[in-house]
């Protein structure tokens, strides 16, 4: 019996041997296409500064979704086309003001602010109040009862000990998603956030919050840290003594027509089989969206590029989404999940870019233990290109829909996250801030992934 | 006889893991030492804004010197000193100018070049001759007949494809060390390179040349991708035609006297076996050394820092060593060597950051097999802060005589290496391009590795 069992084994370690093998060639086929023909790039450049900005339902956005169709088009997607969706309608309305004082001082001086997104205007007259700052919700609690007609400033550090920095996201973000709400309950204003970034300049970083709708839709700005610390020391040192005046010009319209942009290579063998690739197309408007999330969306059409320069003919069928409305309402990656769900479409896997256009470090994973130990026994493949771990931490927020509908097994792109949050939601989220290479990379390791997920299942 | 083992290996196994949690808990606090009260990006501030490009010999070199003499006191070296050695005193003296021309046509176009470090100038009249062009030292043989009068154009490619850009630049760095005298073998003029680097701009990048002594010392300079690309478009388009005018004014002073700095911290327990971490503290003179090296430099002495500030008594002696030269001589790095070696020092280890201010992702390392393994153990401590991998592949320049002298194992830090091309003794090596917390992941993985070999030694 010992000699059957030998010679499988060899056999087995063999043919994996030669996979491997093979597999490594491909990828650096991939690579090597990447690194020297790339478009990723020049992609990049066209739409951050042809279009720029892309909040979702602005004149940019739509512009960007027939870029996006026309891109994949020209990139070699064997049909193209866009899923219509409804979306939230937000707009900043004009220029964000504000300015502070210290009582019985005649000048007052400019605090550099960004509406949060969703946020509801001050009315034109702006409101001008007395400043209680709060450290944290415990703080808010404990003040409760002074907050009446006041401004509540939200001054919650971005904590710097955690070294992976969505944890220090993580930690912060509640302030700006849900601050104004808990300040209103208590007869707040307005609210001032603390931007959420340790970046070493001043810009404020916007973002969306949720309004508790029980409550008084109350004004919400972001402040960058420079003037965050000025107006804690004007507070400290004068307690009682400081007042604020904002005016923002934040409204909803109704809820209007957006799209998803869906291109997609057939599959040979598994035509009905779908594997997901994307990005989300929308940004926030003061910026132009270059690594949240341009790099998901060019990163998602260098793949398509790469694999049909190279006559790469996937198993599976591949889309590559450019999905509406991550950044204020996430219709657009549910949209594509209750589709899928709708029709009944099998997904294998769905993998998003929207951790920036940074070296890449690793993957997020959401799936079973079995699947997280399959991708895992990748990684000595992806090693060469910068990936060496691939946690247990989820995909993007795009896909995850499909993820909670269907099951899919899902993951995201996790590059270097120490710069992401010198950018998040801020104006200096420009073309000129991603690197070249750093965002060939992540489309590299993300092609990578997603070829070996289409030769072996998962 | 098996208890007493088990009994044994119990303990032993309680001691690794009592030991990896102290050391995991210390290393920790260095990090929150680093992140929360770090002043490794003050210090770079203050090094390249009030001082700047701090060539070897340089009024800016010496001002340096005194910088890092006071910077080391003020951050608790129990001693400092300035260790002398002899230095090249090599000078630009002046702008470098180039220009190129089609025959018949009237109009120079402006080259923007930088003189190689060490090269010596064109005189004032300048050298204006036709123009060669070689895409490899093969070529170079190939076309030897045709290029006494001429300037050689070496336009050999910056190699994308390698991941690890050090690679790329290992593998056309001889073009611009070796470049011009293997073209003043066959009588050319001058020679003009392609600069060592990926970047999307047209920056010229220098660095050291090294002259065969026994040919004609003819001038060299670099261009800038765009220029070589447009330099190589005008040759080819219109072959034999193409001028081009260069003026230089590069030469050398005699050998002069320069400092390596040096603080230190006196081992309690061994106080006779040294630990040395470095970085060099010249910088070419186009920009602000702000990667190379000042980076280097104030990871140096933010180790010293963090050290003092946690109360941490090292055993073995410590020594924070900003060496002179290593751009355009090596003589700071050789000097501290030889005199370790005719005063008969027992050097344990040396750790050099001399690869940029990036996000750290390992080291690499020059010893024995079992020394290697042994630092190779505690990756899982540095794997929190970055570092996933340790190789096998020498220390930094300024710390290899200690290895060739005296066989002290040696490592140098190995940050990600994607901009370091793009910056790289070009004129935009400047404190804008180095971000805060990558600053001080790349400090915060030194100490720690300080840490461990000053704890469990090599």
Redesign the interface.
């Known amino acids: 019996m010992r000699k059957p069992t030998l010679l499988l084994f060899a056999f087995a370690f063999c043919f994996s041997a030669f996979s491997q093998k093979e597999d490594s060639i491909f990828i650096r086929k991939i690579?090597?296409e990447i690194?020297?023909n790339g478009k990723a790039?020049d992609n990049l450049h066209d739409l951050t500064k042809n279009i720029g900005g892309r909040l979702t339902a602005s004149p940019q956005f739509y512009k960007a979704e027939q870029w996006g169709l026309k891109t994949l088009q020209q990139s070699g997607a064997d049909k193209a086309w866009l899923q219509e969706c409804m979306v939230p309608h937000w707009v900043r309305g004009g220029k964000d003001e504000a300015s502070f004082n210290v009582y019985m001082k005649k000048n007052w001086a400019r605090l550099d602010v960004l509406a949060l997104g969703n946020s509801m205007g001050t009315g034109p007259k702006g409101i001008t109040a007395n400043v209680v700052e709060v450290k944290s919700f415990d703080d808010l609690e404990a003040k409760k009862d002074s907050i009446k007609g006041k401004i509540v400033f939200y001054n919650y550090k971005f904590n710097?000990?955690f070294?992976r920095?969505f944890q220090s996201y993580g930690d912060a973000v509640g302030y700006r998603g849900g601050g104004a709400s808990r300040a209103a309950k208590y007869g707040a204003l307005a609210v001032i956030v603390r931007s959420m970034s340790?970046s070493?300049d001043n810009n404020p970083h916007t973002g969306a919050l949720r309004y508790d709708t029980t409550l008084p839709k109350i004004p919400a700005v972001a402040i960058g840290l420079k003037d965050a610390d000025n107006l804690d020391y004007a507070l400290q040192s004068q307690p009682g003594q400081v007042k604020v005046s904002l005016k923002t010009n934040g409204h909803f319209f109704p809820d209007t027509i957006g799209h998803n942009v869906i291109g997609e290579l057939t599959g040979t063998e598994f035509p009905d089989q779908i594997i997901t690739i994307g990005g989300h197309l929308d940004s926030w408007d003061p910026a132009e969206g270059a690594h949240d999330d341009g790099a998901g969306v060019v990163h998602t059409i260098e793949i398509l590029r790469a694999f049909k320069a190279l006559g790469y003919k996937p198993k599976h069928t591949i889309r590559f989404v450019l999905f509406a409305n991550e950044e204020n309402g996430l219709r657009g990656g549910t949209k594509y999940a209750d589709e899928a769900k709708a029709k009944n479409e099998k997904h294998v896997f769905a993998l998003e870019s929207d951790a920036g256009g940074f070296?890449p470090r690793g993957f997020t994973f959401g799936g079973t233990p079995e699947q997280l130990k399959k991708v895992q026994s990748w990684i000595p493949l992806l090693y060469?290109?910068?990936v060496?771990?691939i946690t247990d931490g989820g995909g993007g927020a795009d896909v995850s829909p499909l993820n909670r509908n269907l099951k899919t097994p899902v993951a995201e792109l996790g590059p270097?996250s120490?710069?992401y949050f010198?950018y998040h939601h801020a104006r200096n989220d420009v073309f000129e801030n991603v690197?070249?290479?750093?965002l060939e990379?992540g489309a590299i390791n993300m092609a990578a992934l997603i070829y070996l997920v289409d030769k072996y299942g998962l």
């Open positions: 690579a090597d690194l020297v790039y710097p000990t070294i920095t340790h070493t070296t060469p290109y910068g060496y771990e270097d120490q710069r010198d690197n070249k290479r750093e990379l």
